[in-house]
């Protein structure tokens, strides 16, 4: 029996749609409207595609769009400064850096720059921080995007074996730390991991975030586990994942398919992540 699949599309939608009425709400309560400042420094094609959707998702939600666009030859020191501005101007919920840089930027250094409660991507030391303690705060979209769509369909986590492969800190770790904090029994796999296969193999949910298309094969995979893809590689053939998707289809209970799986969940959880930042700034201005 093949899997089902996981429809990323229609959780992602649902979640916007809820981002949206709650917006409504906020704006309702509070006369303030969340803003989210996403700034792109150079022309890089896809990374404007990505800004665009970003953008088009914000004005959707009914949230401000405090878009900033910089030359790439902006210096290091002005956009830290633009960033430092963001950082303090009220309307600003949330701010998000489009990475990777231009080359000679310190792209790292410059996403130090956001104060963690307008950390919307979740990737600042501050953010890491909270999370690795399981303290309240803005989780990385990606990652809180997976858990999203397996509470969607109803995925025991307590107490579940889970494989995570990968160890980036975009995804793999963050994710790894959230399953954990679900009560899931988690190992993270990497490059270095022997006989990948069958530690994969003792997986009820495996979470493939290793940046090498068709990595996870059928032997890879328990009869009837839940696979989430994380992988996207352009190929001839089209956008394909990290998993090879006709074979473990036919071995997975549920899997995501590449694209329309945990894509789709990124810019809904950004949208969350903005609002809940906006909602966190009117409680300490004791707005709401």
Not at 2 to 30: L, M, Q, Y
Not at 66 to 94: E, F, M, Y
Not at 218 to 246: C, N, S, W, Y
């Amino acid at each position: 029996m093949s899997a089902v699949i996981i429809d990323g599309k229609a959780v992602a939608a649902r979640v916007r749609a809820d981002v949206g009425r709650d917006v409504a709400e906020f704006r309702a309560a509070t006369g303030r409207q969340p803003g989210l400042a996403t700034v792109l420094v150079g022309d890089d094609p896809a990374s404007a595609v990505y800004i665009g959707g970003k953008r088009r998702a914000c004005v959707e939600a009914g949230m401000a769009d405090l878009h900033q666009h910089l030359p790439a030859d902006t210096p290091q020191d002005k956009i830290a400064a633009l960033l430092d501005s963001l950082a303090a101007d009220p309307a600003v919920s949330g701010i998000l850096l489009q990475l990777p840089v231009p080359e000679g930027l310190d792209g790292a250094a410059l996403v130090e720059r956001i104060p963690p409660e307008k950390d919307v991507d979740g990737l600042t030391t501050p953010s890491v921080g909270l999370l690795a303690r399981g303290l309240p705060g803005l989780r990385p979209c990606t990652p809180s995007g997976i858990i999203e769509l397996l509470d969607a369909y109803d995925v025991e986590l307590s107490g579940a074996p889970t494989v995570v492969v990968g160890r980036s800190e975009l995804v793999g770790r963050p994710v790894a730390q959230l399953l954990v904090g679900r009560n899931a029994t988690v190992t993270v796999c990497h490059s270095r991991t022997r006989d990948l296969a069958a530690v994969c193999r003792g997986a009820d949910v495996l979470v493939v975030a290793a940046g090498k298309q068709a990595i996870i094969g059928a032997d890879a995979v328990k009869p009837g586990a839940t696979v989430i893809d994380v992988g996207m590689h352009r190929t001839e053939q089209g956008l394909r994942g990290d998993v090879d998707f006709d074979a473990v289809r036919e071995v997975a209970g549920l899997l995501t398919p590449v694209p329309g799986g945990v894509g789709p969940m990124t810019i809904a959880m950004l949208l969350r992540n903005t609002l809940l930042a906006a909602r966190a700034a009117a409680a300490v201005d004791n707005l709401v």
